[in-house]
């Protein structure tokens, strides 16, 4: 009981001579719907030693919006899921397909790469239209 009473007297010390501008300000308020802007694009690079997967990449499409991904570098696949995770198509890199919404919510894509012996580099070039 006692250490109980002396870490509370040192809580209220540390909380009475904090200075005013550690005070948190407030945060302001942001709209839970992921922003989407047409043609944003960007540019991931990944490394997959063989046999391993990569982490799935969602994004974010609305009804009707376009995703292009090309992916150059090693030989390798990649699986597009939808928003509910049911798998939607397996491809080959080194092929540029296009992906059209068809409702609101994320479309993930994960990378496998090949059985080689040697480590697999490539860059994937991802374009919202």
């Known amino acids: 009981m006692k250490k109980f009473l002396i870490s509370l007297s040192v809580l209220a010390a540390l909380a009475a001579a904090s200075p005013s501008y550690?005070?948190?300000?407030?945060?302001?308020?942001?709209?839970a719907e992921p922003v989407v802007q047409e043609g944003q694009?960007?540019?991931?690079?990944?490394?997959?030693?063989p046999n391993e997967?990569?982490?799935?990449?969602?994004?974010?499409?609305?009804?009707?919006?376009?995703?292009?991904?090309?992916?150059?570098?090693?030989?390798?696949?990649?699986s597009v899921?939808?928003?509910?995770?049911?798998?939607?198509?397996?491809?080959?890199?080194?092929?540029g397909r296009i992906f059209t919404a068809t409702e609101d919510g994320y479309l993930y894509i994960q990378f496998a790469a090949s059985?080689?012996?040697?480590?697999n580099y490539f860059t994937v070039t991802y374009k919202i239209s």
Do not use: C
Request: glycine letters at 6%; aromatic letters at 22%; hydrophobic letters at 30%.
């Open 41 to 49: 694009q960007f540019i991931k690079y990944y490394s997959l030693r």
């Open 115 to 119: 059985s080689s012996y040697t480590m």
């Open 81 to 95: 899921y939808d928003s509910s995770y049911h798998l939607g198509a397996f491809f080959n890199s080194n092929v």
């Open 22 to 31: 550690a005070s948190p300000a407030p945060v302001p308020v942001v709209s």
């Open 53 to 78: 997967l990569s982490p799935w990449e969602g994004v974010y499409l609305k009804k009707g919006q376009q995703l292009t991904i090309y992916a150059q570098g090693s030989y390798s696949y990649y």
